[in-house]
């Protein structure tokens, strides 16, 4: 999402995003067995960590793929570490048997990272925009395409002014 044009804020507190990722963890309890978790940092990072806790996931890798700057999207994702060799044999270098946590899944670029590394495991996200939607297997929340999520990692807390007084 760029910077110009209108955006849907959308805050997540952090009793808000740990609901949403336990309620990912719950429907992805039937979706294993899963061998090895992969997050996408950083945002993957958190629901990594409550997904992995519910499910009793051990094996914990990182792809770390640059995607946005603090205020918007950049134009291609950049690839900055790949997934171990360790953790891209399994499942035969396929990926069965790996599960892909993201926080969010928004045009989809990053997701087709993925489907070209692993091409056959499992991705989950919390929150879907409709761009990147057939790209996971599994998420919680769909937020329209031109909303901003508000991490909680990436807020303080501050007085927000009412709706009628031009706060979105």
């Given at each position: 999402m760029s910077d110009e044009g209108a955006r849907k804020p959308f805050p997540v507190s952090w009793d808000q995003f740990h609901r949403d990722a336990r309620a990912l963890a719950w429907r992805l309890s039937g979706a294993?067995?899963?061998?090895?978790?992969?997050?996408?940092?950083?945002?993957?990072?958190?629901?990594?960590?409550?997904?992995?806790?519910?499910?009793?996931?051990?094996v914990i890798d990182t792809l770390c793929v640059s995607s946005y700057s603090h205020t918007s999207q950049v134009s291609e994702p950049t690839v900055l570490k790949g997934i171990s060799d360790a953790v891209s044999r399994l499942g035969g270098g396929t990926g069965k048997g790996l599960l892909v946590v993201e926080d969010l899944v928004d045009t989809g670029k990053t997701a087709r990272i993925v489907r070209d590394l692993v091409p056959q495991a499992h991705i989950a996200a919390v929150y879907a925009k409709p761009m990147g939607k057939p790209l996971v297997d599994t998420f919680i929340t769909e937020v329209s395409q031109d909303t901003w999520i508000f991490f909680p990692w990436d807020t303080g807390l501050s007085y927000l002014p009412p709706i009628k007084d031009g706060a979105a």
């Open positions: 294993g067995p899963f061998e090895a978790m992969i997050a996408v940092t950083r945002g993957g990072l958190v629901p990594a960590a409550v997904i992995a806790r519910e499910l009793g996931i051990r």
